[in-house]
């Protein structure tokens, strides 16, 4: 089966510029994630989704990062205005079932830099 | 607090060696606990994951972990180390009890010498 896809693989802006990233998850998987890894560090999530509804959204800057999840399948993360601190890797992962047990299965992550 | 802690930031390995890396981590709740493998521009792809069932548990490619709750550790471990082993390694928590979602270390280097 296909795996996660996301875009752009890299990115790079100028500060206070927006961006955006897209996931489309692997077919049938429900949950979907969104996390950001700073150099030299773990993921960490940003939010989750179930279906269409973002269930856990605690951890998104939300004065900056918004993201969406049309119709339960691909997902947007989108930044702006984009500061220098949003550089990192941005992954995406999906998983069939909503428990947080169910294996995640990550996309190979946008790398954003801002300048 | 649920936190994961992974000992060594980097690990360096002859080919042909045992591989030892290690995780400790807190929580208050029964934690189920996984390890990821993060190859240069690739995705985390999980090895093994421990979720109460057997204490041992065995994973891709020769890997395995193994749960000891009075040490609150789950070291991964091979045999023999392999070339193609050499990549970032994260041990990663869901502490459960409502918990938001996955709780990853910082990551250890596995370095694999020739």
């Known amino acids: 089966e296909a795996g996660v896809v996301q875009s752009p693989r890299y990115k790079i802006i100028e500060k206070k510029q927006p961006v955006a990233f897209w996931c489309n998850p692997i077919?049938?998987?429900?949950?979907l994630y969104w996390y950001r890894q700073n150099l030299g560090q773990g993921p960490e999530l940003l939010i989750r989704?179930?279906?269409?509804?973002?269930?856990?959204d605690s951890q998104l800057p939300k004065d900056r990062f918004s993201a969406e999840r049309l119709k339960g399948v691909d997902s947007t993360l989108k930044i702006q205005p984009a500061e220098l601190g949003d550089s990192a890797v941005y992954l995406c992962?999906?998983?069939?079932?909503?428990?947080?047990?169910?294996?995640?299965?990550f996309g190979p992550g946008t790398r954003l830099t801002v300048l | 607090a649920q936190s994961v802690t992974q000992l060594d930031s980097h690990v360096s390995v002859s080919e042909g060696t045992p591989v030892l890396l290690r995780c400790n981590y807190s929580s208050s709740y029964s934690p189920s606990l996984f390890w990821y493998v993060q190859h240069p521009n690739k995705g985390l792809q999980l090895l093994l994951k421990y979720t109460s069932a057997a204490t041992l548990v065995k994973g891709i490619n020769g890997f395995e972990a193994e749960f000891k709750k009075s040490e609150t550790s789950f070291h991964l471990t091979k045999p023999s180390a392999h070339m193609s082993d050499a990549a970032e390694y994260f041990c990663a928590m869901y502490s459960g009890g409502g918990a938001d979602g996955l709780t990853f270390g910082k990551g250890t280097h596995l370095i694999i010498q020739p």
């Open positions: 077919s049938g998987h429900n949950t």
């Open positions: 992962a999906s998983s069939r079932l909503a428990e947080l047990t169910d294996t995640q299965y």
């Open positions: 989704y179930e279906n269409e509804e973002a269930v856990d």
